[in-house]
């Protein structure tokens, strides 16, 4: 392995504190399954059984996650290094929520369920890390639970989209109607539409053909939340 990827497996969440030669053990005694996708691949498929963690080493990555209704879906541009699957690894529902796909050329890492629990039993510091980045997507979403609710028709429609993301920065596109969006949030479409041309007045996101585009969702969180 080349030291810059020795390098960025030790920067992941699951993986600092570690150290080198830690790593070094785990590379001898277990099986970390590295690959290199092309742009365009698809690697995760929303609902299929979740039996494995998935860390993005490099590249660009764009998640879909599509609603149960099937009305709508939304797709993010996620960071690099990131981590996907922790969230559905274990419990009742252990399926994927997002389609993924790689946007560029893309590096990741994967590890099975049995090989993660071995690491969890043998290495304090990545059961610690486990539990650590398990508390940070519980605490968040307790947060967005007790937000105050939004006064404006704008506010309420950022809170909406808030709510279905995976992280609130970066590129999303949301590609749902007015009518649809109006459904639920019980608006007439008329006044949604208004609400995002306000929006789109401040350059905060762009419309075009039942999509929304929002270049840094971090803008219009703080514009209007």
Known sequence: ????????????PLFQGLSPDDLTR??????LRFETLMPETQFVQQDDLCNEVIFILGGTVRCTTT???????????????????LEVLYGSTRVYPYTAYADTT???MRVD?????ALTSYFEVFRINVLNTL??????QRQLQWMPAPQTL??????????HVQRPAGYKLF???????????GEDSRYISRALHRLEEKGLLQMNRRMIHVPAFENIIKETL
């Open 1 to 12: 392995m080349a030291q810059t990827m020795f390098d960025t497996v030790l920067s992941l």
């Open 26 to 31: 785990i590379l001898e005694s277990t099986r």
């Open 67 to 85: 609603a149960a209704d099937r009305m709508w879906n939304v797709e993010e541009v996620l960071p690099v290094p990131t981590l996907l699957g």
């Open 106 to 108: 893309v590096r990741l």
């Open 113 to 117: 369920k049995r090989t993660l629990a």
């Open 135 to 140: 508390s940070a997507l519980v605490a968040r």
């Open 154 to 163: 704008e506010g309420r429609i950022v809170h909406f989209m808030r709510n």
């Open 175 to 185: 590609r749902i109607s007015l009518s649809t969006l109006g459904a639920y949030l």
